[in-house]
């Protein structure tokens, strides 16, 4: 569509240029008769506009002409560069100052000179503000300005709802972010500083807390969420109306303010395959960073772990199954152990493996296959970690409906490789205990996912919806989650989760956000200018709603996304994009209290003999095995 703005522009102009004019005439009329200016019409004319009062007010014609050059200047104001503030206001200040006080000066030449130098001072600070108006390049988009959204709070038993403001059209709204299927799976993206864990994890567990929710927070960087879950807990703890729920710290840097767990206890180990599915999330947490693919060695590893498993388990009911114990016994002497294994006929298909290279006596070769399992668990022989890893203060069932539980897990970004492996069988073996029928609806939210790999994580989203488990991931970027998870495993993530959260992220991850989003049509112009004529040219073009640029460009604390719906409520629009109001910090203010009364020192000595036993355990039972062969 094209418009030609010269025309429109010059008639408004000769409509303001004919007012002044007759203003310069009419009101200074003695003069121009003092000066022999006059004929007959013009008298007769002057007589009777006089008559009839019609422009008695001078100061309404004033205006009517004013207004007449202004809207002349806002259709096209010269060539449109942008221009200052002082250079619009200081001129037309002037210029109305001179053209409103010459009805003062009389009605000889003085009237005439203010009129005219307050037209033309005006006139040029009129032309300014045009080209400061006319200055926006209509192909460029607002970053600030959005699109209409949800401002409607929808709501269930199970919903997260986030106040947000945005802007359209250059007004700032309220809305909701309305997540009211969080069992659909929600994924968090944001690079470092966007406001992950302030804007949305805060809420998450505020509105999850609020709505009676069991919890498993894995908190990367300890103590942060674990705090903002305590005292959101303590602000909320009558919206538990049955049960109330017990809060569970595990943290390894502090053991005095730790509960103890065993991942690997038998109660977790209902079958052989149970053992090997636990070898593998082991060794592929504790080789994090090393290629993708299996070999001999690493195969050999994983079924060496497997064994030791799963004779833990069997031996004297599960007394030594715990992760201390696995630890402990691959240090021994390998020819020992299997002296020992091979009294334990349940373990024949497990030992198979292995079965040649003993019976070829080929030590050289067993040897390099069980130091691949050896060498990459030593790092767990900690004093620490064996204290928290041999106890047993709670079940995993967090969403069992008699014992509710909330559970803040606690890493170190400095020991991440060490707690990241044993954390992830945790969480792992915690998925399996929720995802079950007939439980309460449980959120699981993991900060920073890359971090740890958890197996089954893909299943449990698809799966668990069903059983009214919420899961939470968060990364600061797709390609996070390709780096560490295979393509395959990282796309099924991505393209599973019904609610998208994305503060500022760059490259690929915003390209793929951008085309999820989808495209509008959106109006550009064009302007041609000539010595005759001015033409301006209005087109539609379809454009990404929200584009990668401006999704890489999110402020701190702003996000944008899309959110799923039910069959109940639905949601329109789904996508959103503006500022998250966290709202006020929890009332109280707690820290996670120590849960012994025993001093450091006493504590270290009891963390020290807790270490010495567990050597000692596996030591004194693998002498008793190999000096009583028919036992």
């Known amino acids: ?23 310069l005439y009419y009101y200074a009329y003695p003069m121009w008769v003092a000066l022999g200016v006059r004929c007959a019409l013009t008298d007769s004319l002057i007589k009777g506009f006089y008559q009839s009062g019609a422009f008695r007010s001078q100061w ?9 050059c202004t809207l002349s200047v806002i259709v096209r104001s010269g060539s449109g560069q942008k221009t200052g503030w002082m250079q619009i206001v200081l001129p037309m200040a002037i210029g109305l100052a001179l053209f409103f006080t010459a009805p003062l000066m009389g009605a000889g030449v003085v009237f005439v000179l203010f009129t005219l130098a307050g037209f033309i001072f005006y006139l040029i600070g009129a032309i300014a503000l045009g080209r400061l108006y006319h200055s926006f390049d209509g192909n460029l988009p607002d970053y ?9 709070l929808i709501e269930n038993e199970d919903s997260v709802n986030i106040p947000m403001t945005y802007q359209y059209k250059g007004k700032r709204h309220r809305g909701y972010i309305n997540v009211v299927s969080p069992q659909r799976g929600c994924m968090i993206l944001g690079t470092p500083g966007s406001g992950k864990s302030y804007s949305i994890y805060g809420p998450f567990i505020r ?7 069991s919890l498993c927070v894995y908190d990367y960087k300890a103590p942060d969420l674990t705090h903002r879950v305590l005292n959101e807990l303590m602000d909320n703890y009558d919206s538990y109306k049955g049960p109330k729920p017990h809060m569970y710290v595990v943290n390894f840097d502090n053991p005095p303010y730790s509960h103890r767990f065993n991942p690997i206890h038998p109660r977790y180990l209902k079958d052989p395959v149970d053992s090997t599915e636990i070898a593998e999330l082991i060794l592929k947490n504790a080789n994090r960073g090393s290629e993708k693919g299996e070999d001999f060695f690493s195969m050999s590893a994983r ?24 630890i402990e016994l691959m240090g021994q002497d390998y020819r020992n152990v299997f002296d020992v294994l091979e009294k334990f006929p349940e373990l024949e298909v497990k030992r198979n493996t292995f079965a040649d290279a003993m019976k070829d006596k080929a030590f050289e070769q067993l040897q390099g296959q069980i130091a691949s ?4 668990l030593n790092r767990f022989a900690s004093k620490t970690l064996y204290w928290v890893l041999s106890g047993d203060d709670f079940s995993l069932d967090i969403n069992n409906p008699d014992e509710p539980k909330i559970i803040c897990i606690a890493n170190n970004p400095r020991r991440q490789s060490v707690y990241g492996t044993t954390l992830a069988l945790m969480m792992s073996q915690l998925f399996k205990e929720v995802n079950v029928p007939g439980k309460n609806h449980c959120g699981i939210l993991i900060d920073e996912l890359p971090t740890i790999y958890l197996k089954g994580l893909d299943n449990l989203i698809d799966t668990a919806r069903s059983n009214k488990v919420a899961v939470v991931i968060g990364a600061q970027d797709k390609s996070q989650l390709v780096r560490d998870y295979d393509t395959k495993e990282s796309d099924v993530i991505f393209n599973t989760v019904g609610n998208v959260f994305a503060g500022s992220v760059k490259g690929d991850t915003a390209e793929d956000l951008s085309r999820s989003f989808g495209k509008v049509d959106h109006p550009t112009y064009s302007l041609m200018q000539s010595d005759t004529n001015d033409q301006l040219t209005l087109d ?48 109280s203010q707690e820290c996670v209290p120590r849960l012994t009364d025993l001093t450091d020192e006493q504590m270290n000595t009891l963390v020290e003999r807790n270490y010495q036993k567990i050597r000692q355990d596996v030591a004194d039972f693998l002498q008793f095995e190999l000096n009583n062969p028919d036992v």
């Open 373 to 376: 399992a050896r060498v990459p």
């Open 144 to 152: 600030f300005d959005t699109f209409p959204q949800c401002e409607d």
């Open 303 to 326: 079924c060496y772990v497997d064994l030791l498993i799963w004779f833990l388990k069997i031996y004297q009911g599960g007394r030594y199954c715990t992760f201390p114990h696995l």
């Open 1 to 23: 569509m094209e418009v030609q703005t010269k025309p429109i522009f010059s008639m408004f102009l000769l409509f303001a240029g004919v007012i002044l004019a007759f203003i």
């Open 540 to 587: 539609f073009e379809l454009r990404d709603l929200l584009p990668p640029d401006k999704i890489e460009a999110l402020s701190q604390g702003s996000f944008c996304g899309y959110v799923a719906d039910t069959y109940k409520q639905k949601i329109h629009p789904k996508i959103f994009c503006g500022e998250v109001d966290a709202g006020a910090p929890p009332k």
């Open 207 to 213: 509105g999850m807390i609020q709505k009676g929710y």
């Open 60 to 68: 309404s014609v004033r205006g009517v002409c004013l207004f007449f």
